[in-house]
């Protein structure tokens, strides 16, 4: 029996999860619904309008402190629920002198 692995798992909240979204630079910030999470996108429900909000890239807040939180990008808006897609950190080129020992 072989495994189908082409779509990460997702854990579904019932009742959804309170989290905000909050602009790159902090100047906005709007207070939202974690519906659904994986390693790579999640499902949000948000409160308020979005309309003017550069959702290019973000942050989701997954704390009130801010301490626990995943830049992010729109992949789809239908209403108030958006699909979101993690931004992978960008890796760093090792220096080419340095070697591992």
């Keep these: 029996m072989s495994e189908d692995k082409k779509t990460p798992d997702r854990v579904t909240f019932g009742r959804g999860y309170d ?6 630079d902090g100047t906005w910030r709007r207070d939202c619904l974690l519906n659904a999470i994986s390693d790579n996108d999640a499902v949000l429900t948000v409160e308020g309008s979005i309309q003017g909000l550069n959702l290019k890239e973000f942050f989701l807040l997954l704390s009130s402190t801010g301490l626990a939180y995943r ?3 729109l992949v789809r808006v239908n209403g108030s629920e958006m699909d979101i897609q993690f931004l992978k950190a960008k890796s760093r080129k090792k220096k080419a002198g340095a070697a591992a020992h």
């Design 19 to 24: 989290v905000c979204i909050m602009g790159i």
């Design 71 to 73: 830049r992010c990008e």
